[in-house]
Structure formats: C-alpha cells, structure tokens
C-alpha cells in the first residue's frame, strides 16, 4: 500500500513538472535564495535532501518514471492511430461488426474469421474465409471502412472458391491450420491453442467460438466466428 501511495505521489510530481530542475525549483523558499545567495547550490541541497517543502524525489526516480508515462501515451496513441474504423461514419451492420473486433483481432485477445459470399467485378459468386487479425496487420483496412471499397476474399486466403470457375483454394495462415480433408467439411485449427473451429452451419462452432450470421447489405451472405483464446500467454 506505501508502495502504491508513493508511485501516485511520484506520478502526480511528474506530471506536474516538465523537468526535474523545474521540481526542485518549486522546492526551494526565497529565504533559501536569500542565505545561500546561488540557485544551482540551492538545487543541489534540495536534491540531497538537505532543503525542500516537500518529498525527497531522487532524479533517476524522476526521469525513469517520466519516460514510463510518455511511452505509455505515444503507445496509447500509436494504438488510437492503428484502429482504422475509428471515427468512420458506418452505416452498415457488417462494417459495424468489424469496427468492434478490430481493436481485440489487433491485440490478440480475439480471433475472428469472417465468411463472405458475394459476386467479384466479372459478376463471378465467389466466397471464401478470411482471417481477419492477419488481413489487419497485411492489409491498410482504410478503404474498406471508409467505402471506397469491399472486403472480398481473395485466393490468398485461408479459403477462396470462385463457383462459377470452380477454382478452390486453400492456405494456412499465422493464426489458422486449414483441415480441408476433413469428410464433414472445412475445418481451421486455432495455431494458439489448437482449438479446432468448424464452420460448418448446422454443426457448433467448437470450444470458445461462435458464430454470428451478419444481416449485411454490402453481401449476399456474410457470417463471422469469433474465437477466444484460453490459452495462457
């Protein structure tokens, strides 16, 4: 508890003042001025524990917890910068649906794959799943949240189909095994936690996974599986 009371008395030092000397500073009287006549000797004695109105803050103690907090904030903010759905204007249900995974497929604490079936720009039914935490860290999500652009699966995905070609593909990704020999149908192996998920409709998902059908007007169908980790990092 003295520890915790001393760390929020240091932080709220710390960010009280941009520097240490402006810190001491603050510590030292005018009588102190007026005796000792140098400031720089004034500082040194407050430094020492000598003089102060306050706390004895060490300087290495001041500038290791000052660079703590900036790092804290320019990874706060570096992480508010990498959310690209982030204050976009989403009108539809499948937009929605990925702004709120974004953040937990970025950091890992969800893993979603995202199933679409639609037509390509040669009018072609394609469909395919796609694993969403990989496309996000391979892929500038920017033009799919702001419109200019459709999210559609692609060969290069964990499973791409074009049905009117009938080309199939399949291929692992960081995240997923791909189980195509399966005789029930298409299985993905979470790599984390080797939790198996099943895609198939009318069967469960498998452990920690669900699925979730998207009422969408961007697509034909489109359908999202969910899958928390419970393995211990």
Known sequence: MEQEEGLKALDNIVTQFNTYEDFLDSQITTVDLYYLEDETL???LVELGYRG???RVKREDFEARKAAIEISRLAERAQQKTLTSA?????????MALAMREEDNRNGKLSSVIFIRDR???GQEISGYIDYAHRLKTEDFEVYFSGKKRLLPRTTDISFYNWDADIAVCNSSPNYQVIADNPEGLLFRYKRDRKILNVDPKAQPGDNSTRIPIPTE?????VIFDHISRRKT
């Open 42 to 44: 004034a500082r040194q």
């Open 53 to 55: 109105t306050g706390e």
């Open 87 to 95: 204050g976009k204007d989403l009108q539809d249900n499948f937009l």
């Open 120 to 122: 390509n720009s040669y």
């Open 218 to 222: 961007l697509y034909i169908q489109a």
